[in-house]
């Protein structure tokens, strides 16, 4: 079974500064996709970005940015520019290529100060 | 495009008792999820379902929940009786059937049904 691991159960950064949170995962197989999720306060999650495991460049969406080491298991996601609208609980996931269904950590509650 | 569409978005029962959530996916996405998130937890699968057939329902207590698709559209997930641990937003997703594409995983939640049980 796959198993995803947030360490940091929260955080906080300055507007404009930026910020990583971190992420690690434990599978044995080779194929996969790995997903960050931002879920605000009392609203919907929703997707931040995606990466796939063949793809050796990290995936980049404007500010949002991954740090990808497969042979490590570690997903790390950099916010560049933070805002306040980043504020927010982001939950790491996993999904094998031919499943759907993903595993999520527990997530890291960003917060991002004025 | 709709999003998917959660109903009740509230829900305070007492233990014992039953409860139904709804939930209608966005249109054309042949897989739906059910999760459950348990407060300062992240969402656990429940079940998956591909079209009308289930794909995976090994985490659901099947003694106490039960989950249905008729016509591979909308889905209803009841619990019955409740148990103050089941006290959780319950997600649902959906996401597109193309085998081998990372759309294929990618997850589109509704905005989710909140029960707590007393």
């Known amino acids: 079974a796959q198993t995803v691991t947030q360490s940091q159960p929260e955080m906080s950064v300055q507007e404009a500064e930026t910020v990583t949170l971190s992420c690690t995962y434990d599978t044995s197989e080779s194929n996969y996709y790995l997903f960050w999720y931002k879920q605000p306060p009392s609203r919907q999650m929703i997707l931040v970005i995606r990466q796939e495991a063949y793809k050796q460049q990290n995936a980049t969406e404007n500010r949002f940015s991954v740090n990808f080491q497969k042979a490590a298991k570690s997903f790390s996601l950099k916010i560049s520019d933070s805002q306040l609208g980043d504020t927010a609980m982001y939950f790491c996931a996993f999904s094998l290529t031919n499943a759907g269904k993903s595993t999520f950590g527990d997530g890291t509650t960003l917060t991002v100060k004025p | 495009e709709a999003g998917v569409a959660q109903s009740p978005r509230y829900k305070i029962i007492e233990k014992r008792q039953s409860v139904a959530f709804w939930c209608n996916p966005i249109s054309g996405h042949a897989t739906l999820y059910w999760y459950q998130q348990i407060l300062g937890q992240g969402p656990k699968l429940l079940i998956q379902f591909q079209n009308n057939g289930v794909v995976d329902d090994s985490q659901l207590p099947k003694d106490r929940f039960s989950a249905e698709r008729l016509k591979g559209v909308d889905s209803t997930l009841k619990i019955q009786p409740a148990k103050l641990e089941d006290s959780a937003v319950y997600l649902c997703?959906?996401?597109?059937?193309?085998?081998?594409?990372?759309?294929?995983?990618?997850?589109?939640f509704g905005a989710g049904s909140r029960l707590t049980v007393l």
């Open positions: 997703a959906s996401s597109p059937w193309d085998r081998g594409s990372a759309g294929a995983n990618v997850l589109t």
